[in-house]
């Protein structure tokens, strides 16, 4: 059974930090390339970041870069993302997706970041 399970969310203020984790398991979790997404309320869910499967290129939308760190372990099946210099624009329920020739196939289901004072 595949599942993508997210951790790390929650309330933090304005300049604060947070590292969310997504735990992959039923499927080849070094084969995939994988991504964190986010959902705020009344707007289509967005492309925060992906890390490819192996070699771990990234990429990042422009809203976060310099700001978040995704990265991976494949031993533990894992994929992080780290959250700096956080913003009110940030808050959202963030999603992880597993991707495989390009299709998104998997996805977590979510957990909520609130940055507020």
């Known amino acids: 059974q595949v599942q993508l399970v997210e951790s790390g969310g929650g309330l933090v203020q304005p300049g604060g930090s947070l590292r969310l984790s997504c735990a992959a398991s039923?499927?080849?979790?070094?084969?995939?390339?994988m991504s964190w997404h986010r959902q705020a309320p009344g707007k289509e869910r967005e492309l925060v970041a992906t890390?490819?499967?192996?070699?771990?290129?990234?990429n990042y939308a422009g809203s976060v870069k310099g700001r978040f760190t995704i990265s991976r372990d494949n031993a533990k099946n894992t994929v992080y993302l780290q959250m700096n210099s956080l913003k009110p624009e940030d808050t959202a329920v963030y999603y992880c997706?597993?991707?495989?020739?390009?299709?998104?196939?998997?996805w977590g289901q979510g957990t909520q970041v609130t940055v507020s004072s």
């Open positions: 039923g499927f080849t979790f070094s084969n995939f390339v």
């Open positions: 997706n597993a991707a495989r020739f390009g299709v998104p196939l998997y």
């Open positions: 890390i490819t499967s192996v070699g771990g290129t990234t």
